[in-house]
């Protein structure tokens, strides 16, 4: 089966790739549309502030001005109304929280109002609507700052949930979800913000609701979400040492869910592991799963297994966070289950080399803090 | 005031009540399901306030919303038909009661969370002000409303922005069944604006002329780029809180205090509709006081009693037809609602 996930055209890439963090990228991708569309807004605690929403923000008030760029009183759910309200009368608000936990203020905005507001008025106008939301895993965040809740959102009929990864996609879906009518929950995973990679410059929209293959493979298919896609690509290639060939797919949207992407792939591979960067409970793994199992079980020749956080809140020692937040090693170990493949001596080792030395919370041995 | 501004106001009062206790027939006849949250007793505000309002004007009205759709313009024939739940409802059927709209006369919906509102129009005069465009937000709620923490919140943005937003309170002492002083620490709510020095004034609910008066001033401070302006208009319900509530919990001498002495019907028809003073009553208010009253009445429009029963007529036939228009309209299909969202789920298989 011909799979050609990976060639999605993009729009107006006006020039060659340059190599970016996704903050960068992100920083582009507001600049750009700001730019495009002086109807845009962007709007949120810390926006204008020197250290710029982790550099996303960085330098955009000097650039658009204090009207388009701009702070905001502790007031998250009226200031999701008022962006509601600056949407609906044609301005296209930006909003930030600069951690996922702070958008639970707005909850009544967000489901009873924005994901609402299109539909009980009888679809006679909408609301374009963007909140970037970052999850702040690690560095001591702990249970109120530390939470991925895709799964909240993405359960809400009218709010569109896209969860990039790479710089590319950053870049790419965030442009997509300034142009998109509709309300988008776009959840950033802090420790993409430094991840490295190739981005093409120049406006372009990557269209929300489609995956992305990251790696070619026959044998299993490791669906993930957000940053649990770079372990994925990990325990791809240590699996890989074990003769073991995982597809990868890079989901970039939970909402809509690219579920005939996965079911592509499982036709080729007969076996599915999802990994998510939220609880297991009533989970976006679980809802790719329970699909793909309706949809395609004739091609599913072993359980689907899921690899999540276990259903506690997070951490705040550094000590607990190794036991919370699952790895490659974890993936890899379920994806041999899957594939029936006894674990063994070699298997062991291969296991044991994806284990990180540093510890569970921080995005690599260098980093020194603080969030 | 001009003699067909009052007349305007009267027609658009005699047609809310109506309107809405035709509403309450049909609802009790099954036609219309669901919510129906009814306004007799709080016309003044309404009318009062959306006369003194221009086209261009923003409202953001709440779940008690009928009659500012009606005063809006928008025609009774599809206010009907959204509360019948037909696709010829201001909004496709998909609303209902509690979520009238209408674009074209910015009528920015009514909403069903309480205290919902209020950044909403917020964000509307965010808008506004980002152009410098001279119009702006009217956005009413009840006394139920301000212990919600998006009064605070938005009354705060609205007056560090200073956008032009008019916050009208209708006060109608009720949070469903619990009373003002069972609910509010400060039952005055216009002294709430004072914490964000927004400009708060009192008026009475129940005198249409009085809450055009203070809605005019408000808006011409707001219109002048001197922030919001916030309107406490002290009115009373009638009815219950819904169709599902009887509101027994009210003492009776009071809902006829109010039913009796201040019906703002009576009050718009008699400021409105010209009846010279009888002998009795010219003795009762002093000689000197008798050009005054001469004065208000010559002012009021010179309406005789003739011209308000056909009036009345011509909106009995109105509020007939648009039963009629609701009934006969088609209900929305599921390929209405999906249309309607047309969002996330789109083109996804769902089984």
Redesign the interface.
Known sequence: MDISMATEPLINVAAAAREQTGAEALNDALALCLQHDPTT?LIGEGVPDPKGIFGTTSGLRQRFGA??VLD??L?E???????????????R?IMVHQRIDFALLAM??LI??AAK?????????RVPLVVRCIVGRGWGQGPQHAQSLQSLFAHI?????VMPVFPDDAKGLLCAAVADD?PVIFIEHRWLHTLRGDVPSGYFETPL?KARRRREGRDITLAAFSYMTLEALGAARALARLGIEAEVIDMRSV???D?PAVLRSVARTGRLLVADTGHQSFGVAAELIA?VT??GFDQLCAAPASVALPDLPCPTAHAWAGHYYPTAAHIAEQALRVCGVHIGEAQRHELDKLRPDTPADIPNPDYRGPF | MESDALKKMLRDILLARAFEERAAQEYAQGNIAGFLHLYPGEEAVGVGVLHAAEPADYVVSTYREHVHALVRGVPARVVMAELFGRKTGCSGGMGGSMHLFDRERRFMGGYAIVGETFPVATGIGYAIAMRELPEAVICFFGDGAVNQGTFHESLNMAALWKLPVLFVCENNHYQIGTEIHRHSAVAEVYKRACGYRIPARRVNGMDVLAVHRATAEALRQVRAGNGPQFLECETYRFRGHSMADPGSYRPKVELQAFEKGEDPVKIAIAETVATYPSAEQIAAVGSDNIDNLMGSLHSGGHFPPEHLDAMQAAIAAEVEEAVRFASDSPEPTLADAEAALDCNRHGEVLI
């Open positions: 807004l009207q388009r905001m009183p007031a759910n009226a200031l999701t109304g008022i962006c509601i309200g600056a949407a609906i009368s044609g301005l608000p009544d905005q009873n109002n507001w299109r539909y009980m008025f009888g679809g006679q106008a009929p009218g709010l569109k949930v509709d609701g909402s809509p869910l579920v699909r309706r949809q």
